[in-house]
């Protein structure tokens, strides 16, 4: 709180602080900072589990959020599983892949519609918008992605979401506001289109690339559905459908026949047939790591990536 | 087409001044093929994946909402029911639940969850410590950033019935807590309050930044008249985000059928289907586990319209009241 009163003695320089005034700081620092814990704690939580070794557990009643002892046992168990390992290669792969079509896809057609003289570029943008109006349903979509022969495949994870409105939208402003001089002049020096492209705008273009890329990243990072839906096959299955597997093991013990009768015959033995919870908490915080690694990055770009979205109407 | 040659004149780019008048049609096409094939080039993938992965999937629903399609036979060879679908979809009985959980779990998310960024984002912006503001902004934007499998995980170490923290503390406490997990009572708020955890920092982003957008002086104007803290928020703050606050309210009418598909899925189980079997995994479950083509695209075709018809409306209350839509 030191900073606070810092800060206060310097506005009231200017203008005496009422009490109620302070009072209002007081209170919305603790209610800020009590919303930033609320957010934080819970994931501190799950990492001390995971390094809390089994067999303190029973030593000392439960987990605590700072853990007495501390073992890397859980990780060693969940590295050495296939399972989990290519579900994290999958995800690498699909991320690498999948960003970079969706990157490659998105920015060329928001390239193409801006410039506004291209004939029926108008028609194109409407197109584009259509896709946000009519979004199909399950059952259809299914039978496309099945009819194309992706069902079962990688390729379910990268080409349907291949093109993407919003990321075009926000491709298209950024070119569209890029000064029209710099093409001008190369085009005086005698450049095609395609140098222009590629010596003029492209260089330029990083910031874009690397905020759009980001996020699109984190989206087939995290995405599960797809792989639920389209992708059954066990061996393409991406770490946050290895995540789900080993955290809904115990819905499977309780949708078992006689607990469907009985739900109160959930008794503790039963979860003792799932992964222990620290074994579930170190698969959680290795699907986590990539997250927070770019996160920093993330955060610097994703302010102004949301709001161009936001802007671009 | 032609009519953007008005366009190409006032774009002052050399390239793109016209080099022929007055020709014949087929050749103007050779010509702008010609000069903008490049741009035709970019597009041309986009334009593919729409066709296919937007247009097709949407012409597809027609036949399939008035056919018994069979897999095996594809599209053409199966025959047409005619309105069988249809009625199928209205006098099931498991439509009324799924439908009323929808609207149900949508509205508690927009009356729990559409508030606290709002508040959020009052009380930080008027935070005087700017590395607290910074510091609070930075963690309380994570959880967006998690994938619905991590936030069930954060869930399962606070409320597994064997050693969840809170129920271990509920038990200490002398209370015999059931199962959160497999609770009806439970369901929709476990639903709400994680969805409300994950998403209140970010949805806080937009509201700091229309304040950002609010004079400086009119606060300091206030302050030096005597306004206190709770008039600021009431005469300049609110009024300052009162346009955003329209839109996005308006703009959140046009998901009310979609209540969380994959958080749902991810949370829900057979004991929960009564409260949490919402339109979207009832036709996963119906369409494609139990291959009832037919009426699970009924269903989706019924979603998608209502869904088309809510996005007009929304878009026009929003041009109504807060003076912009989307488009």
Redesign the interface.
């Known amino acids: 709180m030191n ?2 009163m810092d ?2 003695r310097v ?1 009231s320089r200017k ?1 005496p602080i ?1 009490r ?2 302070k009072l ?2 007081l209170a ?2 603790v ?3 009590s ?2 814990l ?3 704690l ?2 501190l ?2 990492v001390s ?1 995971s390094i809390t070794p089994y067999a303190a ?1 029973s030593l000392e009643g ?2 605590a959020l700072i853990p007495k002892h501390v073992s890397l046992e859980a990780y060693r168990t969940v590295l050495a599983s296939g399972e989990i390992v290519n579900g994290f290669l999958v995800s690498v792969l699909r991320v690498l892949v999948g960003t970079s079509l969706h990157l490659a ?2 920015s ?2 928001g ?3 801006s ?8 028609l ?1 943008i409407k ?19 099945r009819s ?1 022969g992706l069902l079962n495949t990688f390729w379910a994870y990268v ?2 979401s ?2 993407g409105a919003w990321s ?1 939208f926000v491709f298209r402003q950024f070119f569209m506001e890029l000064p ?1 001089d710099l ?2 002049a190369a ?2 020096d005698g450049a095609t ?2 140098d222009i ?1 590629v010596r003029v705008i492209l260089p330029l273009s990083g910031p874009v690339y690397a905020a759009l890329g980001l996020f699109n990243a ?1 989206g087939h ?5 797809t792989a ?2 389209y992708v059954p096959n066990p061996d393409l299955q991406p770490i ?2 290895v ?2 597997k080993v ?2 093991q ?2 499977r013990v ?2 078992s026949p006689d607990l ?1 009768l009985d ?1 109160s015959k ?1 008794s ?1 033995s039963a ?1 003792e047939q799932i992964p222990s ?1 620290g074994i ?2 170190t ?2 915080v290795v ?2 790591i990539p ?1 927070l690694l770019v ?1 920093p990055v ?2 610097k770009h ?2 102004k990536g ?2 161009t979205g ?1 802007i671009k ?1 | 087409m032609l009519k953007n040659r008005s366009v190409v004149g006032k774009s002052s780019t050399i390239a793109s001044v016209p080099l022929c008048k007055q020709q014949g049609t087929t050749h103007a096409i050779g010509v702008i093929l010609q000069k903008y094939w490049l741009l035709y080039a970019l597009f041309a993938p986009t334009l593919a994946l729409i066709i296919v992965f937007n247009f097709l999937p949407n012409l597809m629903t027609v036949p399939l909402v008035f056919k018994k399609y069979y897999l095996l036979r594809g599209i053409w060879d199966s025959p047409w029911v005619g309105l069988a679908n249809l009625e199928a979809l209205f006098t099931s009985p498991d439509f009324g639940i799924v439908l009323r959980n929808t609207i149900v779990i949508s509205v508690y998310r927009l009356v729990f969850g559409f508030f606290p960024p709002i508040i959020l984002a009052i009380l930080t912006h008027d935070l005087l410590s700017h590395r607290i503001k910074r510091i609070t902004q930075s963690v309380t934007y994570l959880p967006h950033f998690l994938s619905w499998p991590i936030v069930y995980g954060i869930v399962l170490a606070l409320i597994n019935p064997a050693n969840g923290v809170i129920i271990t503390f509920l038990r200490n406490m002398g209370f015999t807590p059931e199962n959160l997990l497999v609770s009806e009572t439970f369901f929709r708020p476990l639903l709400i309050i994680t969805a409300i955890w994950k998403e209140v920092g970010w949805g806080a982003i937009i509201y700091l930044a229309a304040l950002a957008g609010i004079e400086p002086e009119l606060y300091e104007a206030a302050t030096v008249d005597g306004a206190e803290w709770y008039h600021r928020i009431f005469y300049i703050t609110l009024p300052g985000i009162k346009p955003v606050v329209t839109l996005l309210l308006t703009l959140s009418l046009a998901g009310i059928l979609s209540a969380g598909f994959e958080q749902v899925y991810l949370f829900y189980s057979p004991l929960t289907y009564s409260v949490g079997d919402i339109i979207d995994t009832w036709v996963y479950r119906r369409g494609l586990l139990s291959a009832d083509f037919g009426l699970a695209t009924a269903v989706g075709f019924f979603k998608s319209v209502i869904g088309f018809l809510l996005i007009i409306t929304a878009n026009k209350l929003a041009k109504r009241y807060a003076g912009q839509g989307i488009w």
């Not at chain 1, 410039?115 to 108008?122: D, E, N």
């Not at chain 1, 197109?127 to 992605?145: A, E, K, M, N, S």
């Not at chain 1, 990072?221 to 559905?225: A, E, G, I, R, T």
Request: net charge neutral; proline share 6%.
């Open positions: 900073s606070v800060l206060t506005r203008i009422s109620s005034e209002y700081q919305a620092h209610i800020v900072i919303v930033a609320v957010c934080l819970p994931c939580y799950v589990i557990l439960g987990y896809v998105c060329a057609a390239y193409a519609l410039k506004r003289y291209l004939p029926g570029s108008g194109f197109l584009v918008l259509f896709t946000f109006l009519f979004v199909p349903g399950l059952i259809p979509y299914y039978l496309v992605v194309a080409i349907p291949a093109a075009i029209p093409e001008e085009r005086l289109e395609l492209l984190v990072w995290n995405d599960y559905m639920v839906i946050a459908n995540l789900q955290l809904t115990q819905s309780m949708a469907q739900p959930l503790i979860w919870l579930q908490m698969v959680v699907s986590l997250i996160y993330l955060q994703f302010v949301m709001l936001a109407g």
